[in-house]
């Protein structure tokens, strides 16, 4: 038995060493491409969002800007920049527009 098990291995050791490089360098090209896109939203999305939104905070008068934090605006505004961020990478990465 053991003599049958590793004549198999030796037949079939080829193609599965082949069949599991391919299966890697499929994933590896995937994570990379997976990191491409985080990168890119991250310099072509997020960080001009971000950018223009705290400009237009910073614009807005201190007595009044307690108040936005008091009533939680400032939340309601952070949720709204990070749907808006996934809607924009969406249309620019795969050129869905609604």
């Known amino acids: ?5 590793a004549e198999l291995l ?3 050791g080829p ?3 082949r069949f599991m490089a391919a299966k890697g360098v499929v994933m590896f090209a995937g994570f990379l491409g997976r990191l491409g ?7 072509l999305v997020v ?3 971000l950018d223009a939104a705290t400009n237009l905070w910073l614009a807005i008068p201190p ?12 939340e309601s505004v952070s949720i709204m920049i990070s749907s808006l961020t ?13």
């Open 1 to 5: 038995m053991p003599v049958v098990l």
């Open 10 to 12: 030796a037949v079939l």
């Open 15 to 17: 193609w599965i060493m």
């Open 37 to 43: 896109l985080v990168i890119g939203t991250d310099k």
């Open 47 to 49: 960080k001009p969002l």
């Open 63 to 74: 007595q009044f800007s307690c108040w936005f934090g008091a009533f939680g605006v400032s």
């Open 86 to 98: 996934l809607i924009v990478g969406k249309r620019i990465f795969f050129g869905k527009s609604e």
